[in-house]
């Protein structure tokens, strides 16, 4: 009687600890060149499942010619992951997660925004919601987006959130093509 419930707390503080003892350590990243394309293809296969149960689809347009990107690919699959999971869970009924995508050259660097239709973020949260420990959920560990965070800007990109005109939230993350210590090691 009390084991299930037992179980999922233990689950649950696995958790905790998982992403207490994450942010304990230095973001150490392998950069390797990247299609992202098939970062995302594949994240969205992990939760495409979960997400079509609840009425939740997927819209993707990402140009053909985007970059090949340098980063960490590991960590941009729990990137978009953690991304998409906050999607689905912050959409209670059917909707739609986009991924749109851009190469923007005076940057020399990807823009990806992944867009919901889910109820969206209240102004006076928004800058609280890349926080540790931050959540507004129920079950939620309050870690799912501070990861996100840190893995964008360990890698040297950027992350934001902005209001979906069409309701919902927009994350915008700038990925560089090559780290700014990565490209001044080659001109070397």
Not at 63 to 70: I, T
Not at 102 to 120: I, S
Not at 149 to 162: D, F, K, M, P, Y
Request: charged share 25%; with cysteine; hydrophobic share 40%.
């Amino acid at each position: 009687m009390y084991l299930p419930l037992l179980l999922r707390e233990v689950d649950r503080i696995n958790k905790i600890i998982e992403g207490l003892l994450y942010f304990s350590r230095p973001c150490q990243t392998v950069p390797i060149p990247v299609d992202l394309h098939r970062v995302i293809q594949d994240t969205m296969m992990l939760i495409r499942n979960r997400a079509e149960h609840q009425g939740i689809s997927f819209t993707v347009n990402l140009p053909d010619d985007l970059p090949q990107l340098q980063l960490d690919e590991e960590q941009y699959k729990q990137v978009f992951l953690n991304l998409f999971l906050n999607s689905v869970q912050a959409m209670e009924e059917a909707g739609v997660i986009g991924v749109y995508g851009r190469y923007l050259p005076a940057e020399d660097a990807v823009e990806v925004c992944v867009v919901d239709t889910g109820p969206g973020i209240p102004d006076q949260l928004k800058h609280k919601v890349f926080d540790p420990f931050f959540t507004t959920k129920k079950t939620g560990t309050g870690l799912g987006l501070a990861v996100v965070h840190r893995l964008v800007t360990a890698q040297g990109g950027r992350i934001s959130l902005e209001d979906n005109p069409d309701g919902g939230a927009v994350v915008r993350i700038v990925i560089p093509r090559v780290r700014k210590e990565n490209r001044e090691n080659a001109e070397r």
